[in-house]
């Protein structure tokens, strides 16, 4: 999956790295093998990566911080759920490939752009990694 750049390089970092961390799970859950492990590591990486943004948002001021936190508040109640099927499989794939995914992608061109264009703007520095 090739996932767009911002101008905000600390966050393409993140989104790369997120996306390495994704395929790894995406291979347990295609093999079908246990993916406790793989779920938690990607569930924090994605905390982390929404906090990142958070924070420096805060810190600047940005002006649509609120529908942009929404958006990830939406996605970390999502995989609270998602969490709690990790025996399903098939299910997991959908849900990865055909949901996921794709709104990872789409967040990442409407919300984060905008949001990657205003720190680069403001000349923000990253406060944590
Ligand atoms: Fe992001
Ligand atoms: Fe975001």
């Known amino acids: 999956m090739k996932i767009k750049k911002v101008v905000f390089e600390p966050m393409n970092e993140i989104h790369e790295n997120e996306v390495k961390i994704l395929k790894k799970l995406l291979e347990k859950i295609e093999k079908q093998e246990p993916l406790q492990k793989e779920f938690d590591e990607f569930f924090e ?3 982390q990566h929404f906090e ?3 924070n420096l948002m805060k810190k600047y ?3 649509a911080y609120v529908p942009h936190k929404m958006e990830h508040d939406r996605i970390i109640n999502e995989l609270n759920e998602v969490k709690k099927h990790l025996n399903e499989y098939e299910w997991l794939k959908k849900y990865f490939k055909e949901y996921f ?4 992608d789409n967040h990442i061109a409407t919300i984060d752009t905008v949001t990657g264009g ?3 703007m403001v000349g923000a520095s ?4």
Not at 101 to 104: D, T
Not at 126 to 129: A, G, W
């Open 45 to 47: 990486d994605v905390k």
């Open 52 to 54: 990142f943004e958070e």
């Open 61 to 63: 001021g940005f002006f």
């Open 101 to 104: 995914l794709p709104w990872l």
């Open 118 to 120: 205003f720190l680069n």
């Open 126 to 129: 990253p406060t944590q990694k």
